[in-house]
């Protein structure tokens, strides 16, 4: 086992849910340490960190902050818990089991840029982590760890949980913003960045969970400590989401660089008996799939998997054994996101809907030959054309699981069922 | 003609006081009144809160279509939504779903004769390593088979 448990250690005790149990190990004591240091040491202490954004795009977070106007324009923490990426169910557990370690991070990052009001925009369904916030967040206000002159240190920092209400694209910074402004959850064109203009046009941070975690354990051991885990463009530890086809799926805290096939053989326990790794998902749903002679070059962090055309994304690591139809799985994703695109932008409406009918017509035995160029087609004019990465994140699988595994998609329009698994689409989902 | 109760327009008007900008209060006051009325809602409802919260009613129309957990159309006393997204759908979400509704004599998004069940396929909840998985109302159910969901939904009377 080698799990490096920076933010995760106490998790598995059920008092570290309660401010008590979260102050007996120590909770709390970074807010002291960071009231005693000035804000742009705090930002410096992040910058050094070299900590990326946990969420997906894995953008540098002290560069994230930095790009605040530097006035005393009134400003937002906007803690993103809109869990969303297929595959991704960390930030549900650190709510659930640590909901006074994101409180803190919250604080803590709040003083660092001087924003005094913030929002924890969790997806709606999410009903437990919700209630766990809540019930932190009214220990922390009755102890004077939220809310006017926090600890005596004159700052001021009022917390609240906003729930959404079931759309994926909530999960974009931007998306979220207009949710919370009580819109359409849809994306808004940057420039400006919501640094300058978020919500309600005042500048505003969004953060993912895991990320805003972080921040605590960087101000307590410092950047360098923090350092000394993972690599050197990508630093520290990040939790992992492993599922699918293995034999001890969870969420697992390993240095970032960490091998892929280890976190899949020695944290995951492996393959079920009987069967052979055919390929991996390594960051949600949106990644570019690998298959199992790339999973063995593999290397958690951010360069290692670009280097293989794919990416670290949310960390969400999803494991298809030799069982599994790769054109019935694509057509589970394909499905995903014709059902999740806003509909704002005309690439990503129109072509998210016809990766979806192109697909699931070869999976009904429809297909035509053609029609497996026609998907390359259709996913290639979707990239880079539209007002944020949604469209590229349903084009990316589609391109990755065609070209990779083309034969089967191949012997699908061909044969009119499944390479592997021997029967049609009907057969197989009745 | 839809009313909310004394309490249900208290936290409307409650949620109405707590942003910034009121629109903010939308997706609160439709669950607030999705609650209510038996876990949909329908135009006259949007109505009603259109009139309480004072804001146009297409403002609110637009926020409701949007968001999947507003539902449209009636449903059980038990929602029963079975992730069917790539995690579960690699270790039998989707046949668990289809058991289901042949179990009760249902197909999706259709209320059993009883009024007790509507089973929905819904995109990830977030319990990828837990799959597969179904969320009743509120609560999650996880590490299924067929059989062990099935059992849990018979005692929900």
Known sequence: MSEVKLLTEFYHLPEYQTLAGYKAKGGYETLHKAFKMQPQQIIDEVKASGLRGRGGAGFPTGMKWGFLPKNGEPRYLLCNADEGEPGTFKDRMMMERAPHQLIEGMIISAFAIGSHKGYIYVRGEYVFPIECLNKAIKEAYAAGLLGKNILGSGFDFDLDVYRGAGAYICGEETGMISSLEGLKGQPKLKPPFPAVQGYLRKPTIVNNVETLAAVTYIIKDGAQTYRKHGTEKSAGTKLFSLSGNVMTPGNYEVPLGYSLMDLIMKEGGGMKPGRKLKAVIPGGSSAPVLTAEEVAKANLDYESLAGLGTMLGSGAVIVIDDSQCMVDMLGVLTHFYAHESCGQCTPCREGTGWLDKILHSILEGRGRLQDIDLLIKVADNMKGKTICALSDAAALPVLSFVTKFRDEFEFYVREGRSKVKGTTYAEMHH | MFKLSDSGLAAVKSELARYEAKESAIIPSLYVAQKENNGFITPDIIRHLSQVMDIPEARINEVFKFYTM??????????????????????????????????????????????????????????????????VNDTYHEKLTPETAMNLLRGMK
């Open chain 2, 70 to 135: 507003f539902n449209q159309k009636p449903v059980g006393k038990y929602h029963v939504q079975v992730c069917t997204n790539i995690s579960c759908a690699l270790e039998g979400g989707r046949e668990m779903a289809s058991h289901i509704c042949h179990e009760l004599g249902v197909k999706y998004n259709e209320v059993t004769a009883d009024g007790r069940f509507t089973v929905s396929k819904v995109e990830c909840l977030g319990s990828c390593g837990t799959a597969p998985m179904m969320q």
